[in-house]
């Protein structure tokens, strides 16, 4: 069976740095891309960018190039979603999703970050 | 702005039918490019609804049908029940501005 399991909930200041995972078992990891999508309070569903564990090769969406930074280290069949910088409107819900020629077919449960003073 | 526009809400009575359409443009659901749907329950991730335009996964049920033409999707749903109130979302691929996935801003599906 396919999973996708992220890291739990955080809570962050402004300024702070932060890495959230997304394991996923039950298939050839590095054979998949892994996409990331944000969901803000109460808002739709975002795309953020798409790695490829296999060679590591990446693709950012324009609105978060440079925001963020997308990493996978396919031995231990994880990818990750990190920030240097938070910022108050990073607060949202992550989540990591598999594609596969059916689109992202497959979910992780969300992570929910927070950045507040 | 989302780049496939979806009407922000639609709602029907149990055992009617109601329609979500998503449209799009020439460099994404007009360019050939497959449309997925997906369902978000309260609290949950997506969940994956139809896929490559037409087909249900396995579990989904046959009141959920997707339909494709031009540049435009539409998601069915018939014999509405009162668990189908959810968020729906198409997504597709598009080729400008390198966005590999996008998708529309969302359908608020209301069973009076």
């Known amino acids: 069976e396919v999973q996708l399991v992220q890291s739990g909930a955080e809570v962050k200041e402004p300024g702070e740095s932060l890495k959230i995972s997304c394991k996923g078992s039950?298939?050839?990891?590095?054979?998949?891309?892994i996409g990331w999508v944000r969901q803000m309070p109460g808002k739709g569903l975002e795309w953020m960018g798409i790695?490829?564990?296999?060679?590591?090769?990446?693709r950012y969406s324009p609105s978060f190039q440079g925001q963020v930074t997308i990493s996978a280290d396919k031995s231990i069949s994880t990818a990750y979603l990190q920030w240097t910088s938070l910022k108050a409107s990073d607060t949202a819900i992550y989540y990591c999703?598999?594609?596969?020629?059916?689109?992202?077919?497959?979910w992780g449960q969300g992570t929910l970050v927070t950045v507040s003073s | 702005q989302s780049v496939l526009t979806q009407p922000p809400s639609v709602s029907g009575a149990p055992g009617q039918m109601v329609t979500i359409s998503c449209t799009g443009s020439?460099?994404?659901?007009?360019?050939?490019?497959?449309v997925h749907w997906f369902q978000q329950l309260p609290g949950t991730a997506p969940k994956l609804l139809i896929y490559?335009?037409?087909n249900r996964p396995s579990g989904v049920p046959d009141r959920f049908s997707g339909s494709k033409s031009g540049t435009s999707a539409s998601l069915a749903i018939s014999g509405l029940q009162a668990e189908d109130e959810a968020d729906y979302y198409c997504?597709?691929?598009?080729?400008?501005?390198?966005?590999?996935?996008?998708f529309g801003g969302g359908t608020k599906l209301t069973v009076l």
């Open positions: 999703a598999r594609s596969d020629t059916r689109g992202p077919a497959y």
């Open positions: 490559r335009n037409t």
């Open positions: 039950g298939y050839s990891f590095d054979t998949y891309w």
């Open positions: 020439s460099s994404n659901i007009g360019a050939g490019y497959n």
């Open positions: 790695i490829y564990p296999g060679d590591s090769d990446t």
């Open positions: 997504q597709s691929y598009d080729s400008s501005l390198s966005d590999y996935w996008v």
